[in-house]
């Protein structure tokens, strides 16, 4: 099964911009693994010596995994799924701190075709996805 969301909202006059997609499938637990390659988008849009290791990525990828683990947490079905984070797009004007961890968790939800209660948000004062 395959998700991607596309964060494009303004909150508060603020920008917010991110975009996640992963692949899911059943496991016997929960597993999340980003791919190497989520980040090769940078060389289609930047040409093919784009360097796609910048420092920003590890916090992009934490916020990912983060988010993955919100939704898997809140599905409460028995057994587990294998996330692959598969892309991770940021823009450095609009992406800020917790826009990716609200992308990864409606991308798993798209993914499985569920809907969070309470789902992932965002707030004034930043992005989150905390109720």
């Known amino acids: 099964m395959q998700g991607e969301f596309r964060l494009r909202r303004m909150v508060g006059g603020i920008g917010h911009a991110a975009d996640v997609a992963v692949a899911v499938e059943a496991a016997d637990r929960d ?22 290791d910048r420092p920003v990525n590890d916090r992009l990828v934490a916020e990912a995994v983060e988010g993955v683990r919100y939704a898997l947490a809140r599905l409460g079905e028995a057994g ?17 701190d917790g826009d990716v961890k609200v992308a990864a968790a ?23 996805s905390q109720p």
């Open 31 to 52: 597993e999340i693994d980003v791919s190497p390659d989520a980040f090769a988008w940078l060389r289609d849009v930047y040409g093919p010596r784009a360097v796609i």
């Open 80 to 96: 587990g799924y294998k996330v692959t984070v598969t892309k991770i797009v940021d823009l450095p004007v609009d992406t800020g």
């Open 106 to 128: 409606h991308a798993v939800c798209i993914a499985l075709g569920v809907r969070l209660e309470p789902p992932p948000r965002l707030t004034t004062d930043g992005a989150t």
